[in-house]
């Protein structure tokens, strides 16, 4: 029985549209899905991603259009679903906090922490951050007063509500992060030491995971006392299980799924997906995810990318500038995941031109045209492996063997895209450079007939080796590529990346 692998992206927020931060996650996770998909086959492959629909900043929102929370939400779902649908995301579940699988499921999860004492009844009084929808001590705001997650003013209010015991559990969650079995927990590991160090410059305080209905009626109603309605996060955090599990009569969570392999995040909700939610499935009898990947930011000029900078760039925007796996190629490639990394167009043209024209676009056109020239199109059927090349042609030889693994292990092991992307290109970059050393007009003026249908053969299983491992990352691309590399004749198409001409501005 082959092993499962199940990835799960964050809930997406409705209360704006989608924007790069949204599709980097996405396409990382698609691309590592994809890539497991090969591995071990699609009915052991799961990729979750969906929508949080409930909370403070939903219903305001709601407001500001004219509709009802539900039927605003509606109408962004589906600008999510169709980015997706234009990314080329392969998910295999896409949930929503409203459905009713999930209203249920976060309800009865509810009822098990209660029965357990883990959820009890208490009056706050103290700071709250509207946009950020979390409550802060007088210690957390005493530096400018202002929210320590957003910087943005914060209210005081003093109300009765329903809170969660993360203090209790503190220990229980070092423990788990410093133990040598869970290295992987908190990646990368500058992640795991911010969250180390949190934990112990700060002694847990009880998470309020209600609200009064009075102050917030959109939410999911507390099972013990419907005038409260369910803390978002606290409600969003449980979609990873509520999509792919059910808890049994004796309250034991089933799944076939669980515990995920990757939850993919951005650093900006790590606190929430490295304490609150580990600690709340410890209390719940779940184990925790395996992994959890907390990836950088693109900056615009050094600053973050935000609504309220009014620097944010739309997905849409850049595919149909760049085309759809220029744009997931950019994102994957240009920084080492993990790091935060600088967006431009510029930046995005720079790219496309050298590695997708250039390298790859330019081999594969190269290539294609000279079988054309002088096959009229069939590809040479004969056996690299039995054919004796000089040192350069013998490398080649030997990278199209072994690119696979030399692609993939750093994206298995550490989710490098961009280092896996590299050593993809290394391969291309060595035909090319072998095409120009070889000069293979040359052969066909020398009449060297044997050599340069060996030649030729080469640079075609290279293309196809490179059209096979770049389809976790760029699956149109590859589609393209074995359409029209053939199998024993060639379709000739238009040039895969035609160049970006930039066009300079009069003096």
């Known amino acids: 029985m082959k092993p499962k692998f199940y990835i799960t992206t964050p809930l997406y927020y409705v209360n704006a549209s989608a924007h790069i931060g949204h599709s980097y996650t996405t396409i990382a996770a698609d691309a590592l899905a994809r890539y497991q998909r090969r591995l071990l086959g699609e009915e052991n492959v799961w990729l979750l991603t969906g929508t949080d629909e409930h909370g403070q900043k939903i219903q305001k929102a709601a407001q500001e259009a004219g509709l009802e929370p539900l039927a605003f939400a509606n109408k962004v779902v589906l600008t999510f679903k169709g980015l997706w649908k234009d ?130 009626s959109w939410g999911i109603p507390l099972p013990f006392n419907p005038d409260h309605v369910t803390y978002v996060w606290f409600d969003a955090l449980l979609n990873y299980i509520s999509a792919v599990g059910t808890f049994n009569s004796e309250d034991r969570y089933i799944s076939k799924w669980w515990p995920a392999d990757l939850h993919l995040i951005g650093k900006d909700i790590l606190r ?93 056109y190269r290539t294609l045209t000279m079988v054309e020239k002088y096959y009229q199109g069939s590809i040479p059927q ?38 896996s992307l590299e050593k993809i290109w290394e391969l291309i970059n060595m035909a090319n450079k072998y095409i120009e050393e070889t000069k293979p007009w040359n052969l066909a003026k020398e009449n060297k007939t044997d050599e340069l249908k060996s030649f030729i053969r080469l640079l075609v299983d290279v293309i196809r080796e490179v059209g096979e491992v770049i389809l976790p990352f760029m699956p149109s691309t590859a589609a393209s590529i074995k359409e029209q590399i053939g199998q024993d004749t060639i379709n000739k198409g238009k040039p895969l990346f035609p160049r970006i001409e930039i066009k300079t501005p009069n003096p």
């Not at 998910?91 to 009865?108: C, P, Q, S």
């Not at 009898?285 to 309220?308: L, Q, R, V, Y």
């Open 87 to 216: 990314l080329n995301i392969s998910y295999n579940d896409f949930i929503r906090t409203t459905e009713e699988r999930h209203t249920a499921f976060v309800k009865k999860a509810l009822e098990i922490l209660y029965k357990r004492e883990d959820i009890y009844e208490s009056k706050y009084e103290g700071w709250y951050c509207t946009p950020c929808e979390s409550f802060w001590t007088e210690q957390q705001v005493a530096q400018g007063g202002v929210c320590p997650d957003c910087s943005r003013p914060v209210e005081k209010i003093a109300e009765t509500g329903y809170f969660f015991k993360l203090e209790k559990y503190q220990d229980w969650l070092v423990n788990h992060i410093k133990n040598p079995a869970n290295v992987k927990f908190i990646l990368p590991s500058t992640r795991k030491n911010e969250v180390l160090k949190f934990l112990e410059i700060n002694k847990l305080t009880d998470l309020c995971i209600s609200r009064p209905k009075e102050r917030l």
């Open 272 to 364: 929430q997906h490295a304490i609150y939610w580990p600690i709340m499935l410890h209390a719940l009898g779940i184990e925790p995810p395996k992994t959890i990947f907390a990836h950088g930011w693109w900056m615009i000029n050094d600053d973050k990318m935000s609504k309220s900078r009014g620097n944010v760039v739309n997905p849409i925007d850049m595919v149909n500038k760049f085309g759809i796996d220029a744009y997931r190629y950019f994102l994957l490639r240009d920084v080492p995941f993990g790091l935060d990394g600088s967006f431009s167009e510029e930046a995005i043209i720079k790219r496309f031109n050298s590695d997708l024209a250039n390298d790859l676009g330019n081999l594969l």
């Open 382 to 419: 004969i056996e690299i492996n039995k054919i004796k090349f000089d040192q350069a042609g013998e490398n080649i030889k030997k990278i199209i063997s072994t690119l696979e693994d030399v692609a993939y292990t750093p994206l298995a092991i550490n989710f490098e895209f961009s280092f």
